[in-house]
């Protein structure tokens, strides 16, 4: 058992069996964690990513070292996670000859809440502002297709990619770049169009006049 956070900060012994040095480490990590500034009720940035990855998106089975590579952290980390959220009744644990399998337990009530809440806070929009907004010269930056659509509360099959229009003068090869790094965040391919201000305001192009008569979600 561990003893409590205050005994450990102190250094003080408590009645309770020591803790080995390794148990301290991730003890204290544990401790120091910040929660996310985009929805502080999650226990850390990585819990909220991790759910993005397995609520989201098309449905599917990831062994922890993908999740670990996908979500550039260690394994250890990912496994402790997905252990809470299993036992928590959110994720389904699958154990084969390669290691388990965690993917999304649809058969509970908080599935469908949980993952709205998800998409509002590390989905598609947060991800693409984040990557895209540090791109010089973006004035706008949207969502459309799928994404948009079910962001917009389209009902719909789960979208297997994210379409973003970047509009400004941006450099289509660093708008590539940050859709690679969206990608790896999100787990989906990300397709990135890039318009300049008069031709986004331009009401004669067709591929333009489709976007805008759909769903659009702007993200910055």
């Known amino acids: 058992m561990l003893g409590s956070a205050a005994d450990f900060r102190r250094g003080g012994h408590s009645s309770r069996r020591p803790l080995d040095s390794h148990l301290a480490q991730l003890f204290m990590r544990d401790l120091r964690a910040d929660a996310p500034p985009q929805l502080p009720i999650f226990r850390s940035r990585l819990q909220g990513e991790l759910l993005a ?3 989201l998106g098309p449905d599917r089975e990831h062994t922890m070292l993908d999740l670990a590579v996908m979500l550039r952290t260690d394994l250890g980390s990912v496994v402790r996670e997905v252990d809470r959220l299993a036992r928590a009744g959110l994720l389904t644990l699958r154990r084969t000859a390669a290691g388990r399998l965690a993917s999304r337990d649809t058969a ?3 599935h469908e ?8 806070t590390f989905g598609p929009k947060a991800v693409v502002a984040e990557e895209f907004g540090a ?3 973006a004035a706008e930056i949207h ?3 799928a994404w948009a659509e079910r962001y917009s ?6 979208p297997g990619d994210v379409e973003v229009l970047v509009v400004g003068a941006v450099d289509p090869g660093a708008a590539f770049d940050a859709a690679q790094e969206s990608a790896a965040r ?11 201000v008069g031709e986004w305001r331009d009401d004669t192009d067709p591929f333009l006049r489709q976007i805008r008569a759909c769903s659009l979600v702007r993200a910055r």
């Open 53 to 55: 990855r397995l609520l």
């Open 108 to 110: 509970t009530p908080l």
């Open 113 to 120: 809440p949980l993952a709205q809440l998800v998409m509002h």
């Open 135 to 137: 791109l010089p010269g």
């Open 143 to 145: 969502l459309f297709g």
């Open 153 to 158: 509360g389209v009902a719909g099959e789960p």
């Open 186 to 196: 999100l787990g989906l391919p990300v397709h990135p169009v890039v318009r300049t």
